[in-house]
């Protein structure tokens, strides 16, 4: 193993470590989505359900 590889693991074990200390810092790993994809689910999810009404309409709109 080279020099700076035994340095550079050394570092990375060492990050790995304290990361689990109660000080650690924390950080957010969910990446936000975007207005437009938002809109774009809730297009999808309204076109979707009103499929699945077509197809099979539940029993309260059948006999409603």
Excluded: C, Q, W
């Excluded at 193993?1 to 790995?16: G, K, Q």
């Excluded at 000080?23 to 499929?51: C, E, I, Q």
């Amino acid at each position: 193993m080279t020099p700076i590889a035994l340095i550079m693991s050394l570092e990375a074990v060492r990050l790995e470590a304290n990361s689990a200390m109660p000080n650690a810092p924390v950080v957010d790993d969910h990446r936000r989505d975007s207005a437009s994809m938002a809109k774009m689910r809730n297009f999808t999810a309204r076109t979707l359900r009103r499929a699945a009404d077509r197809v099979e309409p539940t029993p309260a709109l059948t006999y409603g």
